[in-house]
């Protein structure tokens, strides 16, 4: 009888693509760029996130996203119309971006200028998306208040790996039964060393907090300037 063998393909593929994306990373080092990993479900205000908060980063900095769909490139577009240089990643039907498609859409835009930052807007998705590496310095998770307090819990991977916590929608909570200390409590038990930052687009409320946070990060990774 012949020898038989297990492959582990998965294994192999999220090995393929961790190589890709630490040389992605180290591109990005030499160029000074933070990338910032935005994972959440659907619905949860990626997007909204970034039309009320990039312009005012981009009047001191240079700033890309990469947006991740399904299909469409109604995102890129959003971005688009608030100033900010975008690049859409279409899956068609791949529920999560990887460091391949990621470098792709980087070397679309990368020689013409250098970017400060790069956003990454993944797939609307708390399960795939966290398993893969995109390179970036930064991920940031968000948990909206219609979603309920308790995804921390049910999708712990997404949290764990996460650097920063966006609690959003917040001028919702008069309306529904969300209670932050609640998402906080089991975040936290998710990933002690998490960030929580509660912010609301209709409001305002955080927005301000969550830029200086990203400028804090940059500064972390290749200091002031």
Known sequence: MPEIKTVRIQESLLAANDDRAAALRER?????????NL?????SGKTSLLEHTLPCLAERARVLVIEGDVETDNDAERIRRVGVEARQITTGGACHLDARMVERAWDESASAARY???????????????????????????????EGEDKPAKYPRAFRDADLLLVTKIDLLPYLDFRVEKAR???????????????????????DEWVAWLERARSAEYGPG
């Open 185 to 207: 409590h089991y975040a936290l038990d998710v990933q002690p060393d998490l960030e929580i930052l509660a912010t609301s687009t209709r409001t305002g409320q955080g927005l």
């Open 28 to 36: 990005w080092r030499k160029s000074r760029t933070l990338a910032v």
């Open 39 to 43: 994972l959440s479900s659907p619905g």
């Open 116 to 146: 400060d930052y790069v956003f990454v807007e993944n797939v609307g998705n708390l399960v795939c998306p966290a398993s893969y590496d995109l390179g970036e310095h930064r991920r940031v998770v968000l948990l909206s208040v219609p």
